[in-house]
């Protein structure tokens, strides 16, 4: 073709050219808004299909005397009914310690604990039968609580304790010591789809999975060990979840491997789809903390020494409990510098659900204590918190001495001093706080907060082998492309941001790329999309692969056009060579017809991380992600209601790969993590049941929680890591924005003593919890 033509693009516009860092719309988009997006559920049931439901236990802690199952088998259409004495092989789902039974052998250890599994004709002939079983039980004491798992030394892992400096001496030298504690709840996933597992037996022991899971890797070796299979037997699919948190990490083994056994054993296709009440009582959640803390600060509110334990409740059985906990540990700095600190988490052994990952996967947990701390400090010394923050943060890259973390990773990103600065001007909040104080004067019963709460969010899994992800690429000779990678989708846009690297790469539109179901027959050895790693490590297998791929091309068409292979460029969809502009389908086809391979694969590790689980020291992260928010509330302190006002928020996402995905994803972190802090509130009553178990009873954020201001911008900031294009993981690290929705609504209520205590308010900050900490403030104004 001519270069002449002014229909093709210039060689000057080509350099100019990018598919990365531009807005496109989720690639499900449309599907979702249609209803036509398959989810697991959704996939054409093939002929011979059964449903499963669990037997679940009703008892926190108990032995099994007996089971009897023939009410059970006696239903309409029950098929079968299973214990695990039917288990071909290996009867522990735990992800990384084997104390995890699928079903229960000869105790129970929680109410909703799986006992036996009843496969019938229909979903809500098993689910019915399901309640039908007579099970005798010899109860045993349950532990309800962390703190009483404390005392009775019942831990799911050893105790973990991270030292720097000398923390007592430093105490000693302290002008001001404080001493508190502090409640922070867990919470629900509620993803809107549920879990999910079809089952499909194949030919020669084989057995096909759809499963709604962050990490097909490890149900294939779930369902591999249960079945007594090799893992070449087994392969697990997941096209998209309908949301996950963590939720589908570890805890969708379960389900995978309830489902592959009966299918199994009747060589027929079996679904297992829990309901509502029946997922909330089987699964885990986000672990609650209790803390109790020290802290020693000078007149400039500076943190002279920091002494913390922290308490989670792990449930039955350890989980990812020891890994949320070492999260929590290296957060608990947050964007602080702590020169002496003496931190210890706990993993309670309790009677209750098995405690999984949730978004923020202990850093949240981790870093709200430090803002409860600081908050306190400000009160106490009658300052702007803001100003004790800024007197705390890390040094800036360019200062030594206070920008190595109590791990011993040197912090080389550090941009909250600009970001913080930016937000402090943009949003207005000195006069706001001026404002407010006015009008909390004048008004003796709504009162006002605000708050201004930084973030500092280490990116990558703490293990490090799991920092790693592989990729496929393919070309057709249409010139459209396939990719296939190890990430999952959950409704974050990690397909639509590796796709566009790969088009990006290629030099193509996004629309002439696609990508396929995640499937371990296809990328092996996944890691779980999670950690906020996702877009990280496969946007950069799948760059590896298309970069290959695109190296083919140029040496192909520098030979067939007779120029240099740096006079060869890609851009939207067409090939400049030299002085030849042709098409990209038109180059792949000849490619093709000269016999060049036209697909790769691609893998990527992330290169620098080290972690030391004896000393608790290494560098566990490629990088740290940064934010800040600020949140205006108002409280009614006659009825504990209260209103988000305002919300300001700017996000350093690096050079973002989509600024619309990123910004939805704060925008939904925001909100998600003001539920945790404010309104999802889980309750067990006295015999160890989980009593929040249904929407009814469980009240996550609505669209009406939104405040009208809502303004979320992203920070211009470009990685200083090598990661893909620059860009910055933005899955968990906006969770921990609305720390300031809590501290905002904590200072509305300070308000009622003037501000001269620290209430003692309790996350989530339910209406009973803000009527709690206002009556503490009106004793300590007005002593009985």
């Known amino acids: 073709m001519n270069s002449k033509n002014e229909a093709f693009m210039t060689a000057g516009a080509a350099q100019g050219w990018a598919e990365v860092g531009r807005n496109h719309p989720h690639e499900s988009a449309i599907l979702h808004v249609l209803g036509e997006a398959t989810y697991t559920d959704d996939i054409p049931e093939a002929q011979g299909t059964l449903h499963a439901a669990l037997g679940l236990s009703t008892v926190a802690h108990a032995r099994i005397v007996s089971i009897d199952l023939a009410p059970v088998l006696s239903m309409p259409g029950v098929v079968a009914a299973y214990t695990h004495k039917d288990i071909p092989g290996t009867n522990d789902c735990g992800p990384i310690i084997h104390d995890d039974p699928i079903l229960a052998v000869d105790k129970v250890e929680y109410v909703g604990q799986p006992v036996f599994i009843v496969v019938a004709a229909t979903h809500d002939q098993a689910r019915h039968a399901a309640r039908k079983a007579v099970i005798g039980y010899e109860e045993l004491p349950a532990v309800l609580t962390p703190e009483a798992a404390r005392d009775a030394a019942s831990f799911v892992v050893p105790p973990m304790r991270l030292t720097r400096g000398d923390a007592e001496q430093a105490f000693a030298n302290s002008k001001h010591v404080l001493t508190g504690k502090l409640k922070v709840g867990g919470q629900e996933q509620f993803y809107l789809e549920g879990q999910i597992s079809y089952a499909l037996p194949k030919e020669g022991n ?3 999975v759809y499963c709604s899971t962050q990490h097909p890797t490890e149900m294939q070796h779930v369902v591999a060990h249960a079945l007594h299979y090799p893992s070449h037997a087994v392969v697990i699919e997941c096209r998209r979840m309908g949301g996950a948190f963590g939720g589908k ?11 592959a056994i009966c299918a199994a054993a009747l060589k027929r296709p079996v679904k297992l789809r829990a309901d509502r009440d029946d997922d909330m009582m089987v699964t885990g959640k986000r672990h609650c903390f209790h803390y109790e803390y020290q802290v020693g600060y000078d007149e400039r509110g500076l943190i002279t020494a920091a002494k913390v334990e922290m308490l989670s409740r792990a449930g039955f059985s350890a989980d990812l409990s020891a890994p949320v906990a070492t999260r929590a540990i290296c957060h608990f700095d947050n964007t602080y510098y702590l020169s002496d600190v003496d931190i210890r988490a706990m993993a309670c052994k309790t009677n209750s659900q098995s405690n999984t990952a949730f978004r923020g996967f202990g850093g949240p947990q981790g870093a709200i204590a430090i803002e409860y701390i600081v908050d306190e400090i400000a009160r106490n010394l009658g300052m702007d918190a803001l100003d004790v923050r800024r007197v705390n943060f890390y040094g800036r890259n360019d200062e030594e001495g206070r920008n190595v973390t109590q791990y011993g990773q040197k912090v080389v990103d550090n941009v909250i001093h600009e970001l913080v600065a930016q937000l402090e001007e943009s949003s207005s909040y000195r006069a706001r706080r001026a404002a407010i104080e006015a009008f909390n004067a004048g008004s003796p019963v709504l009162k006002k907060g605000l708050a201004l709460t930084p973030v500092k969010f280490g990116i990558a899994f703490n293990v490090t082998h799991f920092n790693q992800a592989g990729a496929l690429v393919h070309i057709y000779t249409d010139g459209t492309v396939l990719v296939n990678h190890g990430g999952t989708e959950m409704g974050q846009g990690i397909n639509t941001k590796v796709c566009q690297v790969v088009a990006h790469e290629l030099g193509i539109p996004l629309v002439r790329v696609r990508a396929s179901a995640t499937d371990t027959s296809k990328v092996a050895n996944t890691s779980a999309t999670a950690a906020s790693t996702g877009a990280d490590l496969n946007g950069k297998a799948a760059q590896d692969a298309a970069a290959t791929l695109s190296n083919r091309l140029r040496n192909f068409a520098a030979k067939t056009y ?4 740096a006079d060869v460029q890609f851009a939207d969809g067409m090939v400049h060579a030299g002085e030849i502009i042709t098409t990209f389908p038109d180059l792949v086809q000849k490619a093709y017809l000269a016999r060049v391979q036209l697909w790769s694969d691609g893998f990527y590790a992330t290169p620098g991380l080290s972690w030391d689980r004896e000393t608790m020291t290494g560098n566990p992260f490629g990088y740290y992600a940064y934010g800040a928010s600020v949140s205006e509330v108002v409280v009614d302190t006659l009825t504990g209601e209260w209103k988000l006002l305002k919300v300001d928020a700017l996000y350093d996402a690096g050079n973002s790969l989509n600024p619309a995905l990123d910004v939805g994803q704060v925008e939904g972190a925001f909100v998600q993590g003001m539920g945790w802090l404010t309104t999802e509130e889980l309750w067990w009553n006295k015999a160890g049941k989980l009593m929040t178990h249904a ?23 470009r990685n200083v890591f090598d990661s893909i294009h620059r860009s910055k993981a933005v899955g968990e690290p906006p969770l921990l924005l609305p ?7 904590r200072d509305a209520v300070s308000a009622v003593g003037e501000h001269r205590f620290n ?4 996350a989530p900050a339910t209406s009973e919890a803000i009527l709690d900490a206002v009556e503490a403030v009106r004793e300590l104004v007005e002593p009985a």
């Open 206 to 208: 084989g057995m096909h």
């Open 562 to 565: 007779g120029c240099g292979v």
């Open 249 to 259: 990490e570890s805890q969708s083994a379960l389900w995978a491997a309830c489902a």
């Open 695 to 717: 929407p009814s009873t469980y009240k996550i954020p609505g669209v009406s929680d939104c405040p009208d201001h809502f303004n979320v911008q992203l920070f211009k900031n």
């Open 759 to 762: 209430p003692p308010l309790r």
């Open 739 to 745: 720390f300031s929705v809590f501290l905002a609504i």
